[in-house]
C-alpha cells in the first residue's frame, strides 16, 4: 500500500502561481510513474499531468501545457507541479496518483494509488 498527500492548493488570483507537493508513503514511489489529475465542480476528473519513474519523461494535456511544470524528487519520495498563469478555469481539486508502471501515463484507470486531493482555487 502507498499512501499519497497533496498539499499546497488555495485560493490565488488569474495570473497567479502554486506549487503543489505530493508525498508518498513508499520507497516504490521512486520506481514508479506519477500523475496529476483535477476535477472541477459538476465535471469528471481529467489528466493533468505526468511523468515516468525518473522524471526523464513527461505530458501535459493541452490545457496546461506552456503553464504547468511537472517534477519529482525520488530522494524525497515527493512530485511537484508548478502552475504558472492560472486561470479561473483552474479551479479545481487537485490530486496526485501513482501507477504500478513506469512510464508518464495518461489513462486514470492505469494508477492504482490516489491522494484525497488538494483544492485549487482561482479568482478572476
Known amino acids: 500500500q502507498m499512501q499519497l498527500v497533496e498539499s499546497g492548493g488555495g485560493l490565488v488570483q488569474a495570473g497567479g502561481s502554486l506549487r503543489l507537493s505530493c508525498v508518498a508513503s513508499s520507497y516504490a514511489f521512486g520506481s514508479s510513474g506519477m500523475g496529476w489529475f483535477r476535477q472541477a465542480p459538476g465535471k469528471a476528473r481529467v489528466f493533468v499531468a505526468a511523468i515516468n519513474w525518473n522524471g526523464g519523461t513527461t505530458t501535459y494535456a493541452n490545457s496546461v501545457k506552456g503553464r504547468f511544470t511537472i517534477s519529482r524528487d525520488n530522494a524525497k519520495n515527493s512530485a511537484y507541479l508548478q502552475m504558472n498563469s492560472l486561470k479561473p478555469e483552474d479551479t479545481a481539486v487537485y490530486y496526485c496518483?501513482?501507477?504500478?508502471?513506469?512510464?508518464?501515463?495518461?489513462?486514470?484507470?492505469?494508477?492504482?494509488?490516489w491522494g484525497r486531493g488538494t483544492q485549487v482555487t482561482v479568482s478572476s
Open positions: 496518483a501513482v501507477t504500478r508502471l513506469l512510464g508518464a501515463r495518461m489513462p486514470e484507470e492505469e494508477y492504482t494509488y
